[in-house]
């Protein structure tokens, strides 16, 4: 029987800060689409959160036949769920979470339920999670983007992702897991959170969706779970792309680049040229040579198109507000 139901999207990306949210409050809200749909935000102790990513990891290792009923009685289930949280915490430990939630209504087979228990329901496709997840990917990727932004003068560091899940709501408020196969990106920044760096993911997230197949390529080049050969190639077209798009032209990237260097940062454009013609040189003989040429300089691209889109964004906002 096919119905409409309203569905809770959450997923959960680390965040090292090395003293906590700037204020009193645990949870900060950061702006993003004004999409009553979705919601983005920093938080010391999602708990609720990251209780849906447990209970989801605990269905998910008894969901081979004969499993699922052994958490039936509440005692075996909340010790089944402390110890999926106890595996979470041995492998990713963070001060500071970035949290996303969003909601739409699906289309749902109830016939597709499979388990109910006094804390939750369990479904195999009543739904689709790939496309209850799909229209929030942009919003979240613009808000990782700019928080690695707001952070890279402090340091920049892979992206992983803790967990995501969608599930439906009764009127009790008991969730209704779906369990299908789905496809999701991996995302944790190192680097101490600010006033500043709050503000300064705001302003970045106004003007990310001008870059975002920028933002996108800097996303992917931290996934923690890409190759190096994956991030650095992701790492330089984000570089090379962020070039001609803010430089357009014919003439060459390094005289592009620049040109841009000295409109961004006349003081360290010397310097900068410099480093954009090492990083060029170890792109070109590692793809146009036979000879190995060292570790990827992933590290150092990321630094110098951080700083420059940043410097870009920043440049062009006045401009945005005073229109």
């Given at each position: 029987?096919?119905?409409?139901?309203?569905?809770?999207?959450?997923?959960?990306?680390?965040?090292?800060?090395?003293?906590?949210?700037?204020?009193?409050?645990?949870?900060?809200?950061?702006?993003?689409?004004?999409?009553?749909?979705?919601?983005?935000?920093?938080?010391?102790?999602?708990?609720?959160?990251?209780?849906?990513?447990?209970?989801?990891?605990?269905?998910?290792?008894?969901?081979?036949?004969?499993?699922?009923?052994?958490?039936?009685?509440?005692?075996?289930?909340?010790?089944?769920?402390?110890?999926?949280?106890?595996?979470?915490?041995?492998?990713?430990?963070?001060?500071?979470?970035?949290?996303?939630?969003?909601?739409?209504?699906?289309?749902?087979?109830?016939?597709?339920?499979?388990?109910?228990?006094?804390?939750?329901?369990?479904?195999?496709?009543?739904?689709?999670?790939?496309?209850?997840?799909?229209?929030?990917?942009?919003?979240?990727?613009?808000?990782?983007?700019?928080?690695?932004?707001?952070?890279?003068?402090?340091?920049?560091?892979?992206?992983?992702?803790?967990?995501?899940?969608?599930?439906?709501?009764?009127?009790?408020?008991?969730?209704?897991?779906?369990?299908?196969?789905?496809?999701?990106?991996?995302?944790?920044?190192?680097?101490?959170?600010?006033?500043?760096?709050?503000?300064?993911?705001?302003?970045?997230?106004?003007?990310?969706?001008?870059?975002?197949?920028?933002?996108?390529?800097?996303?992917?080049?931290?996934?923690?779970?890409?190759?190096?050969l994956q991030s650095f190639i992701s790492a330089w077209t984000a570089l090379e792309i962020f070039v001609n798009m803010t430089q357009p032209g014919r003439c060459s990237l390094r005289q592009k680049f620049v040109s841009i260097a000295k409109q961004l940062d006349p003081s360290k454009a010397t310097s900068d040229e410099k480093e954009?013609?090492?990083?060029?040189?170890?792109?070109?003989?590692?793809?146009?040579?036979?000879?190995?040429?060292?570790?990827?300089?992933?590290?150092?691209?990321?630094?110098?198109?951080?700083?420059?889109?940043?410097?870009?964004?920043?440049?062009?906002?006045?401009?945005?507000?005073?229109?």
């Amino acid at each position: 029987m096919q119905q409409m139901e309203m569905c809770r999207f959450v997923e959960v990306y680390g965040f090292s800060a090395s003293s906590g949210l700037p204020t009193a409050e645990s949870n900060v809200p950061l702006s993003g689409p004004r999409d009553t749909g979705f919601s983005a935000a920093l938080n010391e102790n999602p708990s609720s959160q990251l209780r849906h990513l447990d209970t989801h990891a605990t269905i998910s290792s008894r969901l081979l036949p004969g499993g699922l009923p052994s958490l039936s009685d509440p005692k075996t289930c909340e010790q089944e769920i402390q110890k999926a949280r106890t595996r979470r915490e041995r492998s990713s430990v963070y001060n500071v979470y970035v949290v996303f939630e969003g909601s739409t209504t699906v289309e749902f087979n109830s016939n597709t339920a499979t388990f109910q228990s006094s804390e939750f329901n369990v479904c195999l496709d009543g739904f689709s999670n790939s496309t209850v997840a799909a229209p929030f990917q942009n919003p979240i990727r613009d808000v990782l983007c700019a928080l690695v932004l707001s952070h890279s003068r402090h340091s920049i560091e892979p992206i992983k992702r803790i967990g995501s899940v969608c599930f439906l709501i009764d009127s009790s408020n008991k969730p209704t897991y779906n369990f299908n196969p789905s496809v999701s990106a991996q995302i944790s920044l190192a680097s101490p959170t600010s006033v500043e760096i709050i503000d300064d993911t705001t302003k970045f997230l106004s003007m990310l969706p001008n870059y975002d197949k920028i933002s996108g390529l800097i996303v992917n080049s931290l996934d923690g779970d890409a190759s190096a050969l994956q991030s650095f190639i992701s790492a330089w077209t984000a570089l090379e792309i962020f070039v001609n798009m803010t430089q357009p032209g014919r003439c060459s990237l390094r005289q592009k680049f620049v040109s841009i260097a000295k409109q961004l940062d006349p003081s360290k454009a010397t310097s900068d040229e410099k480093e954009f013609a090492r990083l060029k040189n170890w792109r070109d003989s590692y793809f146009h040579s036979s000879h190995l040429v060292g570790d990827f300089p992933t590290s150092s691209i990321h630094n110098l198109l951080m700083k420059y889109l940043s410097l870009r964004i920043h440049s062009e906002t006045p401009r945005r507000n005073a229109g």
